[in-house]
């Protein structure tokens, strides 16, 4: 289980994590819930408000916990932002590295053959690429035994793929998937336990209205999902309740 705060009173060392992707949604919800149970929490933004009145998601968060989250600048589109980001978290071990990245196009269910390259490259780049220049120019700064995930999707499995629609996100997160399953095998001597996280269909931005899952609920699940990874290194495909998901 993922320590308490009183837990962590009666423990001299804090862990600490790096949630890239933290300003809204999924990340936002998982940065706040990781401080919620005693963690220092580095969360990683692209934009940040410009109003002092009116802070941003993750901006208000570490207005209330000053201690345990500070905010840095990151944007996956940008190929020199992780080995910049990685520079300056210099000295800093990591009990946990998670990127959450994810976003689709204005026309989710055109076909593949329809898309323009321009919305293909931007997919692409944002949910697949973008999260592993992150990893492999942050991993050196996770502890021994630390855990290393993504955000993926249910929607990035392969088998499951039984009623198309989506092709592009789908790809891009079975795009996602493969990568991190090459990494996983490159990597495998560290001894990391990794994870490809699935959330399920979650009201978020993202998500929309209509979606199922309640996202304290996705929340809280991952949570236990992630408590459960120390000592079992390798790469894992699981869902928000810790189901395994088929490639």
């Given amino acids: ?25 999924l990340g936002l919800a998982l940065t706040e819930a990781l401080v919620e149970r005693g963690w220092t929490v580095i969360g990683t933004a692209r934009n940040l408000g410009r109003d002092p009145d009116r802070p941003c998601g993750l901006q208000a968060l ?7 989250v500070t905010i840095e600048r990151l944007d996956l589109l940008d190929a020199a932002g992780p080995a910049a980001l990685r520079d300056r ?3 800093r071990g990591l009990d946990l590295l998670f990127v959450n990245a994810g976003t689709t196009s204005a026309q989710p269910d055109q076909p ?24 492999e120019a ?12 993504v955000m993926s999707s249910g929607q990035g499995s392969v088998a499951n793929n039984v009623s198309g629609r989506r092709e592009l996100y789908r790809g891009s997160k079975a795009a996602l998937n ?27 931005e993202l998500g929309g ?13 991952m949570i236990e999902v992630l408590s459960g990874l120390p000592g079992h290194p390798g790469l894992h495909y699981l869902d928000y309740l810790g189901r395994v998901v088929p490639w």
């Fill in 209 to 221: 209205p209509d979606a199922p899952i309640a996202l304290e609920d996705s929340i809280a699940g």
């Fill in 112 to 135: 593949i053959g329809e898309v323009e390259a321009s919305v293909f490259s931007h997919i692409m780049l944002t949910n697949a690429l973008g999260p592993m220049r992150v990893i």
């Fill in 62 to 68: 570490r207005n209330r916990h000053p201690r345990h």
């Fill in 178 to 204: 493969s990568f991190m399953r090459s990494y996983a095998a490159r990597t495998a001597s560290r001894g990391h336990p990794m994870v490809l996280m699935a959330p399920g269909w979650v009201r978020t």
């Fill in 89 to 91: 978290l210099a000295g």
């Fill in 1 to 25: 289980m993922l320590m308490t705060e009183v837990e962590m009173d009666a423990n001299t060392h804090t862990p600490t994590a790096l949630i890239a992707g933290a300003s809204r949604g």
């Fill in 138 to 149: 942050i991993d050196g700064l996770v502890v021994p035994g630390g855990t290393i995930g």
